[in-house]
């Protein structure tokens, strides 16, 4: 029978369902067909993104400070879902509350990719550098492409249109390609710690 990676490590098996569980809490998700070497590569790839108690850091993948709400409020209505595969269904980012007409900031500092329309959703994406692009839709913007901006600096207003219900902003982030949980980025999820299990 061909042994997990974890087991082969000299992890015991509950050992290694737990240490599944705290990966699943720290990244947002664990797809079922990733690999114990991939999903360790990951955690390491996003210590000192997220400190445990909150305090202002830097991303330790590409030196840029932790990110800022997009929205005055930082109310979560519909969670961060990963497919399992680029093609599967999910919730490639995370909707946050905010009032029709407040405005949208940008997360953190770049330079605006695109800023229009799309499928009928006005929306704005922002090019972070380091592999880091976020969209902000539906969000009605005079930003152009090329423009730069920082944290914090208004880049639209709440419209209407697309799949975020009425009253809310779909915040996505993608790394390298790849969409990943904005909170990550945000400091909205704590190190996992492993308890003791079993002997």
Sequence with gaps: MRTSPIVRAGMRPCRAAAAAVALTLLVGFAPATAAAEGGRAEVVALKGVIAADGAPGEDGTTGHPRWAWPTSSHQVVAAFVAPVDRYGPGHRGIDVSAAPGSVVRAPAGGVVAFAGMVAGRPLVTIDHGGGLVST?????????????????DAVGTVATGGHAPAGTVHFGVRRDGEYINPLLLLGGIRHAVLLPCCE
């Design 136 to 152: 902000l839709e539906p969000a009605l913007s005079a930003a152009v492409a090329g423009e730069p901006v920082e944290a914090g």
